[in-house]
């Protein structure tokens, strides 16, 4: 499932190609994506591109008349391709430009999202209600500690809340984890003030170096076979069940947190 640093390097491939041009067309072949994609997004053609955001996890392309906002969901895939390219399985939807480049969203799973945002409305409620965004000021170890007093909930599935921080998914929430030496398990609000604030730290350079490491796949989104948003990177605990530790040798281990399959090591992490 993509997760922030990958939908952070979709929007860095995808914005060169998009901002200042202006959309000839939005083609939707299917409209029942994990929600009903709305007509709305059609008022987005003729207009202009002024940016491409990016709020968690979703991608905010913004016109004068409001914001077209797309999902990855769990298998999405966004590719720049001539607006004349062939069409291929699962590929629902198309911004197409004025100077015949497309935007194509391809979802084989179709848990993926396409939503309209007015400039004239108030802001889509699923998206109001989502916290900081991790690699900002308003994010630290400090709101970590403050949010965690009265949370009994394991460490793991409270910083994957998005209400107390974005874009902390399960694969950057094992590492940071593991680089804080925090058993996952452990109650939230067991943690101590001095570990939540080293955790802030490591939960933005986690994701920064994730981000910086995607870099190397920006001329993917340009290619029509291409498999943009998703990088190989170097992981220490996620999906190492069974592997020796990197730090102790220890064998580590796998348990089920927030029916997310969770990685650590018993050793390194107390």
Known sequence: MPELPEVEV???GISPHLIG????????????????????????EGLRVNDVRRRAKYLFIDTDAGSIILHLGMSGKLRIV????PVIKHDHLDVVLTNGVCLRFNDARRFGACLWQDVSEPEIGMIAALGPEPLTADFDGQR????SRSKSVAVKNFI?????????GNIYANEALFIAGIDPRKAAKKVSKKTYLALGDIIKEVLAKAIEQGGTTLKDFTQ??????YFAQHLRVYGRKGEACEV????????????RNTFFCEQCQT
């Open 10 to 12: 979709s929007r860095l």
């Open 224 to 229: 029509a076979d291409g498999n943009p948003g």
């Open 144 to 147: 970590l500690y403050d949010l």
């Open 21 to 44: 041009q202006k959309i000839k067309q939005v083609v939707v072949r299917h409209k029942q994506l994990r929600w009903l994609v709305p007509d709305e997004v059609h008022l987005a």
């Open 160 to 168: 994957m809340d998005n209400k107390v921080v974005v874009g902390v």
């Open 248 to 259: 102790c040798a220890s064998e580590i281990q796998s348990v089920t947190l927030g029916q």
């Open 82 to 85: 001539n607006s004349d390219t």
